[in-house]
């Protein structure tokens, strides 16, 4: 079951014409990436604090459909996806009252800290992403409607 985080776009995350802009969008989505992986229990400290194994963003965008502004209250939908055995991929849904308002995707990659080399997913990320995938039918036949 994909997880979904809600948020009210705040003052600093608007750019001077009122609107949020495109750093804000994906450290929103960075916060949703946090919440959702300290709902699945493992712990955020432990995670990101002198951790044997990291996973950096290897590649990020967004789309933009409709400007955002301070107040609005967001829901943003994670749908992360296994890329292989070494390399995952977040897509985030951002909604204003059930409209969707921007998507985002991040794509990660599991290294070793010290040597920086490429390394399989960690049990617990990969229970991670078991657990948060969506219907990769409903996911397929959504990207497929998108295109036309």
Known sequence: MPFTYNRTVHFADTDAAGVVFFAKVLSICHEAY??????????LKDFFTHPLVAFPIVHANVDFFRPMFCGDELSINLIPQKLGVDKFEIAYEILIADVLVAKAITRHVCIDVKSRIKQELTPEISQ????????????????SREAM
């Open 34 to 43: 946090e919440a959702s992986i300290a709902v699945s229990g493992i712990d």
């Open 128 to 143: 991670w992403l078991a657990a948060n995938r969506r219907d990769a039918e409903g996911a397929e036949r959504r990207k």
